[in-house]
Protein backbone atom coordinates (compact mmCIF):
# COMPACT_ATOMS: atom_id res chain seq x y z
CA UNK A 1 0.00 0.00 0.00
CA UNK A 2 1.37 3.35 -1.34
CA UNK A 3 1.07 5.76 1.51
CA UNK A 4 1.01 9.25 0.49
CA UNK A 5 1.54 11.59 3.33
CA UNK A 6 4.62 13.70 4.04
CA UNK A 7 7.44 11.74 6.02
CA UNK A 8 10.03 14.50 7.83
CA UNK A 9 11.90 11.51 8.97
CA UNK A 10 13.39 11.02 5.51
CA UNK A 11 14.26 14.56 5.45
CA UNK A 12 17.40 15.54 6.13
CA UNK A 13 18.02 18.34 9.54
CA UNK A 14 19.29 21.13 7.36
CA UNK A 15 15.93 20.49 5.14
CA UNK A 16 13.83 21.12 8.47
CA UNK A 17 15.63 23.95 9.41
CA UNK A 18 16.58 25.71 5.87
CA UNK A 19 12.48 24.98 5.32
CA UNK A 20 11.60 26.63 8.97
CA UNK A 21 13.61 29.54 8.42
CA UNK A 22 11.98 30.18 5.00
CA UNK A 23 8.56 29.87 6.96
CA UNK A 24 9.85 32.31 9.54
CA UNK A 25 11.05 34.89 7.31
CA UNK A 26 8.16 34.75 5.36
CA UNK A 27 5.84 34.97 8.05
CA UNK A 28 7.80 38.04 9.50
CA UNK A 29 7.72 40.08 6.38
CA UNK A 30 3.93 39.71 6.49
CA UNK A 31 3.93 40.70 10.06
CA UNK A 32 5.57 43.83 9.22
CA UNK A 33 3.12 44.52 6.61
CA UNK A 34 -0.05 43.68 8.59
CA UNK A 35 1.67 46.78 11.32
CA UNK A 36 2.60 49.23 8.64
CA UNK A 37 -0.59 49.15 6.81
CA UNK A 38 -2.71 49.24 10.49
CA UNK A 39 -0.49 52.23 11.72
CA UNK A 40 -0.89 54.10 8.65
CA UNK A 41 -4.77 53.63 8.80
CA UNK A 42 -3.97 55.48 12.19
CA UNK A 43 -4.33 52.48 14.57
CA UNK A 44 -1.51 51.01 16.89
CA UNK A 45 0.83 48.83 15.49
CA UNK A 46 -0.16 46.19 18.71
CA UNK A 47 -3.42 45.62 17.19
CA UNK A 48 -1.65 43.18 14.68
CA UNK A 49 -1.31 40.87 17.62
CA UNK A 50 -5.43 40.25 17.81
CA UNK A 51 -4.91 38.38 14.64
CA UNK A 52 -3.40 35.03 17.35
CA UNK A 53 -6.74 35.13 18.88
CA UNK A 54 -9.14 32.73 17.90
CA UNK A 55 -12.98 34.06 16.59
CA UNK A 56 -11.76 37.55 17.96
CA UNK A 57 -9.29 37.98 14.95
CA UNK A 58 -11.97 37.39 12.17
CA UNK A 59 -14.53 40.00 13.92
CA UNK A 60 -11.50 42.70 14.24
CA UNK A 61 -10.59 42.28 10.65
CA UNK A 62 -14.48 42.54 10.02
CA UNK A 63 -14.50 45.67 11.96
CA UNK A 64 -11.27 47.59 10.85
CA UNK A 65 -12.68 46.75 7.01
CA UNK A 66 -16.07 48.49 7.34
CA UNK A 67 -15.41 51.02 10.12
CA UNK A 68 -14.40 54.72 9.34
CA UNK A 69 -10.36 54.68 9.42
CA UNK A 70 -8.66 57.62 11.52
CA UNK A 71 -6.95 58.81 8.60
CA UNK A 72 -10.19 59.26 6.70
CA UNK A 73 -11.81 61.28 9.70
CA UNK A 74 -8.48 63.38 9.74
CA UNK A 75 -8.68 63.78 5.54
CA UNK A 76 -12.42 64.54 5.84
CA UNK A 77 -11.64 67.94 8.62
CA UNK A 78 -8.99 69.15 6.33
CA UNK A 79 -11.16 68.97 3.11
CA UNK A 80 -13.59 70.61 5.11
CA UNK A 81 -11.37 72.98 6.54
CA UNK A 82 -9.90 74.05 2.91
CA UNK A 83 -13.10 74.33 1.62
CA UNK A 84 -14.12 77.29 4.42
CA UNK A 85 -10.54 78.38 2.98
CA UNK A 86 -11.27 78.87 -0.23
CA UNK A 87 -14.88 80.28 -0.29
CA UNK A 88 -13.68 83.11 2.06
CA UNK A 89 -15.18 84.45 4.97
CA UNK A 90 -19.01 84.56 5.31
CA UNK A 91 -21.38 87.20 5.81
CA UNK A 92 -21.99 86.33 9.54
CA UNK A 93 -18.36 86.11 10.33
CA UNK A 94 -17.82 89.79 10.45
CA UNK A 95 -21.11 91.26 11.77
CA UNK A 96 -24.04 92.45 10.32
CA UNK A 97 -23.74 95.03 7.13
CA UNK A 98 -26.72 97.33 8.88
CA UNK A 99 -25.23 97.72 12.13
CA UNK A 100 -23.27 100.81 10.92
CA UNK A 101 -26.32 101.74 8.38
CA UNK A 102 -24.49 99.22 5.69
CA UNK A 103 -23.17 102.08 3.68
CA UNK A 104 -26.31 104.29 3.16
CA UNK A 105 -25.82 107.99 3.10
CA UNK A 106 -27.18 109.25 6.14
CA UNK A 107 -26.60 106.39 8.44
CA UNK A 108 -23.61 106.07 11.30
CA UNK A 109 -20.42 105.44 9.95
CA UNK A 110 -17.45 104.03 11.60
CA UNK A 111 -14.94 106.15 12.80
CA UNK A 112 -16.83 109.67 12.94
CA UNK A 113 -16.89 108.58 9.08
CA UNK A 114 -13.90 110.17 8.08
CA UNK A 115 -15.40 113.51 8.68
CA UNK A 116 -13.03 116.12 10.26
CA UNK A 117 -13.04 116.47 13.90
CA UNK A 118 -14.90 112.73 14.31
CA UNK A 119 -13.11 110.40 15.74
CA UNK A 120 -9.89 108.46 13.02
CA UNK A 121 -9.83 105.11 12.03
CA UNK A 122 -6.54 104.10 13.89
CA UNK A 123 -5.76 101.58 11.41
CA UNK A 124 -5.97 103.78 8.69
CA UNK A 125 -1.95 105.37 6.34
CA UNK A 126 -1.75 108.63 6.76
Same mark, same amino acid.
Request: overall charge positive.
Given at each position: MNN +?? &?DL?T #?G??? %?VGA????? /??W? /???IA &??K??????Y? *? #?? /???M???? /?N?I?L? %?FA &????P??????E??? #?? +??????? @?? $??F *?N??QF @? *?????G? $?P &??? @?????? $?N??Q?R
Open positions: +NT &YS #WVGA %ISLLGL /VIL /VFL &YIIISKAGS *G #WW /VLIFVPI /VVML %I &YKEWIQRELALRS #WA +NQIQRGP @GP $QQ *GSQ @G *GGQPGP $Q &YGG @GQPGGP $QPYQ
